[in-house]
């Protein structure tokens, strides 16, 4: 995680969930985040295919140039992005893993920024995970926020962190070229491999 905020929030998380997968929606308390809150979001699963935004930070509806509450999570997406954020976020919620998306948004004036964006379980009683906590943070704070919104958005990057917080390095096909073992890790990165969607998912342990 290279963003302060997305670590603050990840370490918040794993601090009020203890050793269960995920806490609960009552324990989350925004005066214990609220310099977050601006680059802070909440998804409601609706179903598989459905993820709503319940609450947005100002910082995000800002840098969309728009109301982000009732707006669907997946219709920022297009084609095979659009199957692999999908297939990510059914892993939070059916599994209780945890999600990094690295992403470059880009408005209709051609201008581009990378966003670093983390999706975090949340259940509810009876409910079962239901709920997504997370924060979609920029790498720079341009100019032109809040002038011209992103309209359009692609992966850069994607890591999933399971419950037992084994790390999955999720990355392009054509990563699979730069891979190699790190000195001593022997085949570490390379033990196991499959695909979601036009993604290929590198299984590690602890790192």
């Known amino acids: 995680m290279k963003n302060r905020t997305t670590r603050e929030l990840y370490d918040y998380w794993q601090r009020i969930r203890g050793d ?3 806490p609960e929606r009552s324990e989350i308390e925004p005066a214990d985040i609220r310099t977050l809150l601006a680059d802070t979001f909440i998804l409601e699963v609706v ?4 993820y709503r935004f319940r609450l947005a930070g100002t910082r995000i509806c ?13 219709s920022f997406w297009r084609g095979k992005d659009r199957e692999a954020v999908a297939s990510l976020l059914a892993a939070i919620h059916e599994d209780a893993a945890a999600a990094v998306l690295g992403m470059v ?20 009683p009876g409910q079962g995970y239901c709920r997504v906590l997370g924060c979609l943070v920029p790498a720079d704070d341009p100019y ?5 919104p992103i309209m359009t958005q692609t992966i850069s990057s994607l890591r ?19 891979q190699t073992p790190r000195p001593g890790t022997g085949s570490l ?3 196991m491999r499959r695909r979601v969607a036009h993604l290929v998912v ?5 790192s």
Do not use: N
Not at 47 to 50: F, K, N, P, V, W
Not at 144 to 148: A, C, K, R, S
Not at 160 to 174: A, M, N, S, V
Not at 202 to 206: F, V
């Open 105 to 124: 948004g880009r408005s209709d004036h051609g201008r581009e920024l990378a966003f670093e964006c983390l999706l975090l379980p949340i259940s509810q």
């Open 62 to 74: 800002a840098a969309y140039g728009r109301e982000m509450k009732g707006k669907e999570f997946l």
């Open 20 to 22: 269960r997968p995920a």
């Open 144 to 148: 032109w926020i809040g002038i011209h």
């Open 160 to 178: 999933l962190i399971w419950p037992d917080e084994r790390p999955f390095r999720i990355g392009l096909p054509e990563d699979e070229k730069a």
């Open 202 to 206: 590198y299984d590690g342990g602890k």
């Open 47 to 50: 179903s598989r295919t459905d």
């Open 189 to 191: 990165v390379h033990s």
